[in-house]
């Protein structure tokens, strides 16, 4: 199993990012899957979950009004679209992937970790 995450970068704040996962070594329908960062100094943090279906999602109070979160079990892809981006952003993002059909909040309830992608706000 590999999680490819990608789309991170150095953006001014107020700007936004696409990050991108890519799952492959086996489907991920019926799984949770998710992000969470990690800043320097700092424990990882989830942002954001979807369900399998796309039903039900999961946001931090930091991301929420900004960040987007979707899937597409077809390409075994999530996405989180991030916007109104500030300096506190700041971290490496990793997505994860998570066996069942509940969303977990803790980094040690989930299974799989992507190697993560940097994002960097300037103020």
């Known amino acids: 199993v590999q999680l490819q995450a990608s789309g991170g970068g150095l953006v001014q704040a107020g700007g936004s990012l696409r990050l991108s996962c890519a799952a492959s070594g086996r489907t991920f329908s019926g799984y949770v899957m998710g992000w969470f960062r990690q800043a320097p100094g700092k424990e990882r943090e989830i942002v954001a979950a979807i369900s399998d279906s796309g039903t039900n999602t999961y946001f931090a109070d930091s991301g929420k009004g900004r960040f987007t979160i979707s899937r597409d079990n077809v390409k075994n892809t999530v996405y989180l679209q991030v916007n109104s981006l500030k300096p506190e952003d700041t971290a490496v993002y990793h997505c994860?992937?998570?066996?069942?059909?509940?969303?977990?909040?803790?980094?040690?309830?989930?299974?799989?970790w992507g190697q993560g992608t940097q994002v960097t706000v300037s103020s």
């Open positions: 994860a992937v998570r066996r069942g059909v509940t969303i977990a909040t803790m980094p040690q309830s989930w299974d799989y």
